[in-house]
Structure formats: structure tokens, C-alpha cells
């Protein structure tokens, strides 16, 4: 059986833009530092499940309105 690699990607900049929110607006909002906000924007943090839920509580959208999870191939 082979593996499948797999990318999780996110709507959070759209989704702060809209609000007019800053990353550390976010940040503080739900108990993270700015920097993580930067991180998981950019894609090179994969963040909690128990954050992502935050996340989606504090926009008020389903979890996967802002995260997607795609397969992209085979290890």
C-alpha cells in the first residue's frame, strides 16, 4: 500500500481581509502569537485542530471554509 502525501492549504488572509482585521487582531482574538497567524497564512504551519476550530468559531464559517486538504500524488 502506498502512501498518500497530502497539503493543507487555507482562506485566512481572505477571510481577515474581509473582516478589516490585523494578523495580530487575529492573533489575540484567539490566544496565539502574530506570528503564527503569518505562519499559517503563508502555509508553512499546519495548525491544532483544537486552533482551526477556534479559528472557524471566531469567523463564523465551517472549518472547511477556511481550511482545504488536497492528496497531491503518491509517496
Known amino acids: 500500500m502506498k502512501d498518500k502525501k497530502g497539503?493543507?492549504?487555507?482562506q485566512l488572509y481572505v477571510l481577515r481581509a474581509q473582516k478589516r482585521w490585523s494578523q495580530r487582531d487575529v492573533a489575540e482574538k484567539v490566544g496565539v502569537s502574530r506570528q503564527t497567524i503569518i505562519s499559517i497564512e503563508a502555509n508553512r504551519y499546519n495548525p491544532s485542530l483544537i486552533l482551526a476550530f477556534k479559528l472557524a468559531k471566531l469567523f463564523e464559517v465551517d472549518i472547511m471554509d477556511i481550511f482545504q486538504y488536497e492528496e497531491n500524488g503518491e509517496a
Open 7 to 10: 497539503e493543507l492549504s487555507n
